[in-house]
């Protein structure tokens, strides 16, 4: 079964504008962490933010905030005053702790982002 | 530059060979983790070390095998290569086991593998 589901295979915004991309994920863990990652056209996975599932705040960096919403499952990334650079795949990713410590991470199958001058 | 590197940054083969792909995690990480990212399948967690012990297994086919040396650094093995091995294989390390569940995964820039 998908335990990351990104529905948006691709996605368009203006420049300047904010873009919201979906992401909903599946677990019976209490404890698990939600990550994004954007892959440009180089092909580099480059690590944007992290939410875990205890945090009370909506996590943010800079330009990129996640919106979490714990009961429904879902972990969006919204992407204020889109660049030109924002151009490129974005996936959303989840982890959940093994007996151990360790974890298995699961990626979803992504969402292009293009921008639009 | 996320500070881990791999070697080769493309590779072509033919079916049936072996290769050996070479990853060295960020200076003070010890956590080594393997990827394979392909179109039909998506980025498929493949292994999992922390300083040299193999910690988890993902979708690893039995004919891959993966190390991670004691300097850290580690390589992945693939052998009797089929045509739908060929893949972009990323390397990606972190600090800690877990580190809690915070532990950020850095990416190199992946090898390209095309078996012909």
């Known amino acids: 079964a998908q335990k990351i589901t990104q529905t948006q295979p691709g996605m368009f915004v203006q420049e300047k504008e904010a873009v919201t991309l979906d992401c909903t994920y599946d677990?019976?863990?209490?404890?698990?962490?939600l990550f994004w990652y954007k892959q440009p056209s180089s092909g580099e996975m480059i690590f944007l933010i992290y939410?875990?599932?205890?945090?009370?705040q909506n996590a943010t960096e800079g330009r990129y905030s996640l919106n979490f919403q714990k009961a429904r499952k879902s972990a969006n990334l919204v992407i204020s005053a889109s660049q030109l650079g924002d151009s490129a795949m974005y996936f959303c990713?989840?982890?959940?702790?093994?007996?151990?410590?360790?974890?298995?991470?699961?990626f979803g199958r992504g969402t292009s982002l293009i921008v639009h001058p | 530059d996320s500070g881990v590197t791999q070697t080769p940054k493309h590779l072509i083969t033919a079916t049936g060979q072996r290769v050996t792909l070479r990853c060295s995690p960020r200076?003070?990480?010890?956590?080594v983790y393997w990827y394979q990212q392909s179109l039909d399948q998506g980025l498929q967690f493949l292994i999992h070390?922390?300083?040299?012990?193999?910690?988890a297994k993902g979708n690893i086919l039995e004919r891959f095998s993966a190390q991670q040396f004691p300097d850290l650094h580690s390589e992945l093995n693939l052998s009797s290569l089929e045509l739908g091995d060929s893949a972009l294989y990323f390397c990606?390390?972190?600090?800690?086991?877990?580190?809690?569940?915070?532990?950020?995964?850095?990416f190199g820039p992946g090898t390209r593998l095309t078996v012909l």
């Open positions: 990606a390390s972190s600090a800690g086991l877990a580190g809690g569940l915070r532990d950020t995964q850095y």
């Open positions: 677990t019976s863990d209490p404890s698990y962490g």
């Open positions: 070390y922390y300083n040299g012990e193999e910690r």
């Open positions: 200076s003070g990480d010890l956590s």
């Open positions: 990713a989840m982890r959940e702790v093994l007996s151990g410590g360790s974890y298995i991470p699961t």
């Open positions: 939410q875990g599932s205890y945090d009370q």
